[in-house]
């Protein structure tokens, strides 16, 4: 069974960075993109970066120059550092993956992990 697990979350103050990691475990095959997606309190989930299988990237306009999105191919992990963090980056990250398995295509997501931004 495929599994995503995120770490990295927590509580920081204004201006401090993050580092988010998402491990993806199971009977994998091939993983394509991966991502992150973030649900703000009363907010929907949004997409905040995603990174194809070979290395291209995206990012929300909100978090351009700020956020890097990163994988390691070997370890099935996605990274999402973030620096310059603002109270409104506050939400529940989630990690998001579409991966074969020896069950065929599916999209994964992860538990995810809580980011505070203090003022």
């Known amino acids: 069974q495929v599994q995503l697990v995120e770490s990295g979350g927590g509580l920081v103050q204004a201006g401090g960075s993050l580092r988010l990691s998402c491990a993806a475990s199971?009977?994998?095959?091939?993983?394509?993109?991966m991502g992150w997606y973030r649900q703000a309190p009363g907010k929907q989930r949004e997409l905040v970066a995603a990174?194809?299988?070979?290395?291209?990237?995206n990012y929300a306009d909100s978090v351009v120059g700020r956020f890097t999105i990163s994988r390691d191919n070997a370890k099935n992990t996605v990274f999402l550092q973030m620096n310059s963090l603002k109270p409104e980056d506050t939400a529940v990250y989630y990690c998001?993956?579409?991966?074969?398995?020896?069950?065929?295509?599916?999209?994964?997501w992860g538990q995810g992990t809580q980011v505070t931004v203090s003022s």
């Open positions: 998001n993956a579409g991966i074969f398995s020896n069950r065929g295509y599916a999209n994964y």
């Open positions: 199971g009977s994998i095959a091939v993983i394509n993109t």
């Open positions: 990174i194809t299988s070979g290395g291209s990237t």
